[in-house]
């Protein structure tokens, strides 16, 4: 069986409370279904590639100007050195090299895989959609007369794309420190602790903006497997006490569960680019099965 889910990724929601997030993925979905080749090809190499030069200049400057040109200040901004708005995202934030070569590390794994599975679109609006909230929350703060410029760093938004690698693949192992197994869902865990440690120690918001844009892309599958395994027990309820007694057309029927678009016209249906032959399968297992070897 795939650790991976197909990389077909269709969007499960059937819960109304949703349904704006649903239209958000729907949006974003078609977007990149539009535009395949929009954005930044291996995006995260590049972010890490960039992320490690100016850790490495940082060190060799002992004055803090290379850095000092790298921050978010709005109204320098203003005055035209507008790459701020993007190289804030490279500012070193790491304890020691290790430390540094670690966390590099995770984000390239991470971020690849999640680019591998997304595409390239879509992982850059994820970015992206992460960056505006860190851009909006400068602009938000300043205005207020609160010094940003050495808050605002790309140490949390990289550090949330574990929500989402967990997310997608909660029983994942990795090697924490190269040496000790752990599962995906517990890291997650651990870091959503430092990121609500973080906010209370620093006494600034920041770190939520990031956990805003994660809840912006995968609230409707937190709550798809908070209710999901509800509906699933109700359904084969349903099943064993369903007459049939004849047989109705249908166009789709669902390789797993066997329901048909006659019988749940209200269900999506797709067939996975991964499997041998035409398999169709519903919303609910698109992306949890066992793929067709034969």
């Known amino acids: 069986m795939d650790i991976f889910p197909c990389r077909e990724y269709n969007m499960l929601n059937e819960f109304g409370e949703v349904s704006l997030l649903r239209a958000f993925d729907k949006a974003v979905e078609r977007f990149c279904y539009k535009h395949p080749r929009f954005g930044i090809p291996r995006l995260m190499l590049w ?4 992320n490690a030069v100016t850790y490495l200049f940082s060190i060799l400057d002992r004055t803090g100007t290379f850095v000092y040109y790298l921050v ?3 109204s320098l901004i203003l005055q035209g050195q507008v790459w701020r708005i993007i190289t804030f995202l490279f500012v070193p934030d790491y304890a020691n090299p290790f430390a540094a070569i670690l966390s590099l590390y995770f984000y390239y794994f991470i971020g690849t895989t999640l680019e591998n599975q997304w595409g390239q679109a879509r992982f850059t609006v994820y970015y992206l959609c992460g960056m505006v909230f860190s851009l909006l929350y400068g602009i938000i703060v300043s205005l207020l007369g609160i010094d940003v410029r050495f808050v605002m760093t790309g140490y949390y938004l990289n550090l949330s794309l574990f929500f989402a690698f967990a997310t997608l693949w909660p ?3 990795v090697l ?4 000790i197994p752990i599962k995906m869902k517990w890291l997650a865990i651990v870091d ?4 609500v440690v973080s906010m209370i120690l620093e006494c600034s918001p920041f770190p939520l903006m990031f956990i805003l844009n994660y809840l912006l892309f995968f609230s409707y599958i937190l709550i798809e497997r908070v209710f999901g395994r509800k509906k699933v027990w109700e359904r084969k309820a349903q099943f064993k006490v369903r007459a049939r007694p ?3 057309e249908y166009r789709h029927k669902c390789a797993v569960c066997g329901r048909t678009d006659t019988d749940y016209p209200e269900l999506e249906f797709r067939y996975c680019s991964r499997c041998v032959g035409y398999h169709c399968f519903c919303q609910d297992h698109i992306n949890n099965h066992v793929h067709f070897t034969e």
């Open 47 to 50: 972010i890490v590639i960039l």
């Open 72 to 74: 978010f200040d709005p």
């Open 171 to 173: 029983d994942f192992q």
């Open 176 to 179: 924490l420190f190269f040496i």
């Open 192 to 195: 959503a602790a430092f990121f």
């Open 246 to 248: 004849e047989a109705k």
